[in-house]
């Protein structure tokens, strides 16, 4: 079996130009720029206007990149990326064994790039229920998008029911064992609570302990 190239890899990545450098930067020099007053001042307390001065932005191109400062701190570059990762996959490779392999990688990225803003992007889920009411708009969104790597592996229409469901029970399990790993102290290995949420997605529910 061939190995599947990993869409994850710089060196995989095709080369950008000038005018998309600059937006990936201008994207990043804000997010930077949102979660440093987050820490200093609080969720509520910052404003587009301060994101925007300590960007070096105006207030306008901050809208331009996100429509709200909840997207500010919930969107990053990895889910078109964990898509194609996914249609990359060997097509004999069960599908569970696909996602779980995508995920894995996403979560290995995401800690060892920037650990803290992995951690404080779940807590600002659990403590502010505008980000968290975002989060599950943002994953509805990424539901639709999954819909059609399943169809394109099981040959269901990626609008039938049962991809709908597949696709929703997938991406709401991944954020309930988000929101349980911030709700827990972040005590639990995150990958470790991403595979028990899969293991019931492919087996069911546990037996219940006596």
């Known amino acids: 079996m061939t190995a599947a190239r990993s869409h994850f890899s710089p060196a995989d990545r ?16 804000i997010r930077e720029a949102t979660y440093a007053l987050i820490k200093e001042q609080g969720y509520d307390a910052t404003t587009i206007e301060q994101i925007a001065d300590r960007a070096e ?4 191109t901050v809208f331009r990149y996100f429509p709200t400062k909840e997207d500010i701190v919930l969107t990053d570059e990895y889910d078109p990326l964990m898509l194609e990762e996914l249609r990359a996959r060997p097509a004999g490779e ?41 989060m ?5 969104e990424n ?49 470790g609570l991403v595979d028990r949420a899969l293991d019931v997605l492919e087996h069911g529910l546990p037996a219940a302990k006596p």
């Open 14 to 29: 095709p080369q950008l130009g000038l005018r998309e450098r600059k937006k990936i930067k201008t994207r990043e020099a």
């Open 57 to 60: 932005v105006s207030p306008s």
């Open 94 to 134: 069960p599908w569970i064994d696909s996602v779980r392999h995508v995920i894995h990688m996403a979560l290995d990225l995401l800690t060892e790039e920037d650990p803290e803003t992995v951690r404080t992007r779940a807590q600002l889920a659990v403590q502010v229920p505008a980000v968290r009411s975002r």
């Open 136 to 140: 599950a708009e943002s994953m509805s």
């Open 143 to 191: 539901g639709r998008m999954l819909r059609e790597a399943i169809a394109e592996r099981s040959g269901l229409a990626p609008d039938s029911l049962e991809a709908r469901v597949h696709a929703m029970s997938l991406t709401g399990g991944l954020l309930e064992a988000y929101l349980h790993w911030a709700e827990n102290g972040f005590q639990d290995d995150l990958r």
